[in-house]
């Protein structure tokens, strides 16, 4: 859900914590809110353009294609459970709640491009060996093999 929904339904986390201060609230969007994107609807596809694996799909066949698996879902899923387990494991010794927000686009770029922390994301990205056109699965007798 955007932000602005869960303000209006008094579920955001302002809201919900001034009711019960120890509460662990996790919140998925897709843009950090405080960008200017913030109120973006984002959907899997939106999360893969931005963040770097359409472009990086697109080394071996020479355009952009979005992957064919919900990988912003499942790596923000892995990632909010990561998230939670820490503010629970803070929780039991410090008595506090938390808040927790997963901007999935930021989420799943640090993921992609983890290998390239210390260069600027301009033009193209991706490990160049992972991206050759050359490597890609082969027939074999028994089926494909990589």
Not at 16 to 35: E, I, K, M, T, W
Not at 65 to 80: E, F, N, Q, R, Y
Not at 99 to 122: K, Q, S
């Amino acid at each position: 859900m955007r932000p602005c929904a869960l303000a209006r339904l008094g579920m955001n986390y302002r809201a919900v914590a001034a009711r019960n201060p120890c509460l662990v609230y996790a919140h998925a969007q897709g843009f950090r809110s405080d960008s200017d994107q913030a109120g973006n609807a984002a959907y899997d596809e939106t999360l893969q353009a931005a963040s770097g694996p359409a472009e990086i799909a697109s080394r071996a066949p020479g355009t952009p294609m979005v992957l064919p698996s919900s990988l912003a879902d499942k790596i923000a899923g892995l990632t909010i459970l990561c998230s939670v387990l820490a503010a629970l494991a803070h929780r039991g010794r410090t008595g506090q709640g938390r808040h927790i927000e997963i901007p999935m686009t930021e989420t799943l770029r640090a993921f992609n491009l983890e290998g390239h922390a210390d260069e600027p994301v301009e033009g193209p990205t991706g490990l160049p060996p992972s991206t050759l056109q050359a490597r890609r699965a082969r027939r074999t007798e028994d089926g494909l093999a990589a």
